[in-house]
């Protein structure tokens, strides 16, 4: 670690020139190892790039192993791309159900099919490492600077992916992008999630079967009760939390309650409830801030669960999630901002590199900026239902304006606020890391950068990796054959 000389200019520390070591040249440099950097990693990989993926936690995964969370909303029969390989495997390994709407699995397991599918595809990882700053030549991204324990380093590549969840690398790189919402610049709300042992879940069940119907949360995506295959997901619970709430016991933040991920055969049940508004999680006092309140409300929420719901009495906290749910922060500006009226219509697009399935409706946000998020004034868990719809998604959506030698996968896509609640989750961001990956190293083997590739060579490239391009692409690659 070299010091540094103390020099103050107008509240700067002015630092001296500096030599810093470049220790990798790769094709395709990955910016973030959750779970849209795992796609991209594998589909550059796989597409024939020499790859690196760097992530700052000790393991791979984000969302579905640092944030534990352990549900995707779509069933396996409608999953596209590495998203079912990555589905199968996890049943195959006793560590996932693919027997219902919604895909519950182990987030251990998931860490572990992580490193064994990038070990096997040939990609390097490097953990324990943060991103300082972009490499810059002109408007076209070098590589990046990075810190860890060996100190302040360069990567160099060819092409690289933003698959940090924040746009951090596009942000530093000069690319034009957003913050939350577009009106106010209001962010999602974070989370810490943690895990519930000593479950009974028999017990549990038999509460809620008895339970009139509008105790519970509206869509069935979200209440399952099937234990026979394997498939509980509970939602709702609104007259214990307005009870609790009312007595001090709860956080005014809190109006339902909310399990998922359930590991039936072990009473494991995960809870995804805190709620932290009005912060930015790019700024590093929201996100600490963020951190320790969630950690307090959660505290208020394990005693209420045991109190009120019968099968609980005995549960105690398994683990909490290592770092803090970040829902929403920088989305890029690219060649076309994609907004909830084409997902909903099922716009269809000449580009289309993605048909992705999930449940979901017109207006429906589950993580409001502004709270209240399951209030009795909140139709979206009181009333509403959602449909098992597609949407595609254009090329056009994945490469940032400003910069060159840059694709973005995960929920930094050029989209909406309103968009974002559909691309934003891990399923979709698994399959958007997937395809920014590859055209990654088409770009980085062919010598251009991202925006001046071919459309239909990445759509057959795309399809070669099993990923669903979308109905007009798929006729323009028949036509074309």
Known sequence: MQPTSVHHDKGFLVEPPRQTPIVREVDVLVCGGGVSGIGAALGAARAGAKTLVIERNAFLGGAATAVIMNTWNVPVSRMTGVSREVALTLAERGAGNISGPTFPFDPEAFKELSVDLLKRAGVEVLNYTSIQDAIMDG?????????????????????????????????????????????????????????????????????????????FTADPNFHILEPEKGLVRLSGFFHIAEKARAAGELPEEIHYLRFEGIDVAHGIVTVNNSRVYGVDGTNAWDISRADTEARLQNRKLHSVIRKYIPGFENAYVIDSSPTVGVRETRRI???????????????????SVVRIWRHMAAGVDWHKAEGGEGAPSDAVYRTSTTNLAW????????????????????????VTHDADMWTRGQYCCLVTGQIAGIAAALAATQGITPTELDVRELQRALADQSIDVGSAADRLLAKAA
């Open 391 to 414: 949407f595609e998604l254009p090329w056009r959506v994945f490469t940032p304006n400003n910069v060159e030698g840059m694709t973005v996968g995960g929920r930094v896509l050029s």
């Open 139 to 215: 408007s076209r991204i070098k590589g990046v600077l990075i810190h860890n324990k060996s100190g302040r380093q360069a990567i160099l590549a060819r092409t690289v992916v933003d698959a940090t969840g924040d746009a951090d690398v596009a942000a530093a790189a000069g690319a034009e992008y957003v913050k939350g919402r577009e009106k106010d610049n209001k962010m999602r709300p974070m989370s810490v999630l943690f895990r519930l042992g000593g479950v009974d879940l028999p017990k549990v069940i038999e509460y809620c079967r008895s339970q009139p119907k509008e105790y």
């Open 333 to 351: 500006r690219g060649p076309y901002v994609l907004p909830q009226e084409d997902l909903a219509a099922q716009r269809t697009f000449d580009d």
